[in-house]
């Protein structure tokens, strides 16, 4: 079975504070792990992968298989980061999504 | 704004009704799949489809069935068997080959029970 958990369901930050929010995941196999974004009123839409090794919009994330762990990171919120995120774990022939965690940044 | 599209926007359901959501995709994707949104559950995989058909139950498809007949095409049924219908209902397509998956997801249905 796979599973993703964000222990985190609201995380509240300061503009210009760092952001982590958390991902835990259990899988057998080698995972692919991914990061979703939903912005108010908008599609949900792929913020980035563990596989790219890539920094969106400031973001990155590390897979720690020792930890399991694929927290997203950013060393300075901004208001526009203001979303849902969601991590997500492709297993076998199927991608499973953990249940979210709202990013609120106060100016 | 193309790729994928579901409809209709917002759903009714009656009590004893069956109702179809549609999703239409015009990617090109073999792989599409259907999921659920509760505040505070997150997303939860109810069907997926792998080639045409062909079709896996997620991980709460009791009350719901789906059909493949095409490839760009997966509508999804609420039967009067799910008795708590009420969600947001979320349509994705991915694309092919390992290290390159992404989804494309459409901009959902809400469906609610009068």
């Known amino acids: 079975a796979q599973r993703v958990t964000q222990p985190e369901k609201l995380l509240s930050v300061f503009k210009g504070a760092p952001v982590e929010l958390k991902c835990n995941y259990s899988?057998?196999?080698?995972?692919?792990l991914f990061w979703y974004v939903q912005y108010s009123r908008q599609r949900l839409q792929l913020l980035l992968r563990?596989?790219s090794r890539e920094s969106i919009k400031g973001f990155t994330a590390d897979l720690n298989k020792g930890e399991t762990s694929f927290h997203l990171k950013k060393p300075f919120a901004q208001e526009e980061d203001s979303a849902m995120y969601y991590c997500?774990?492709?297993?076998?022939?199927?991608?499973?999504f953990g249940t979210g965690t709202k990013l609120q940044v106060i100016p | 704004d193309g790729g994928i599209t579901q409809s209709p926007k917002y759903l009714f359901r009656k009590e004893g009704q069956n109702v179809t959501l549609s999703c239409e995709q015009n990617?090109?994707?073999?792989?599409m799949y259907w999921y659920r949104q509760d505040p505070g559950q997150g997303l939860r995989l109810i069907y997926y489809?792998?080639?045409?058909?062909?079709?896996q139950k997620g991980d709460i498809a009791e009350g719901y069935s789906v059909s493949r007949e095409k490839k760009e095409s997966f509508p999804l049924t609420v039967t009067s068997a799910q008795k708590n219908p009420t969600a947001f209902y979320l349509c994705?397509?991915?694309?092919?080959?390992?290290?390159?998956?992404?989804?494309?997801f459409g901009s959902g249905t809400q469906l609610s029970v009068l």
């Open positions: 489809s792998q080639i045409v058909n062909d079709f």
């Open positions: 899988y057998s196999g080698s995972p692919e």
């Open positions: 990617l090109n994707h073999d792989a």
């Open positions: 563990h596989i």
């Open positions: 994705a397509s991915s694309t092919p080959g390992q290290h390159n998956e992404k989804l494309f």
């Open positions: 997500a774990l492709w297993g076998y022939q199927k991608v499973t």
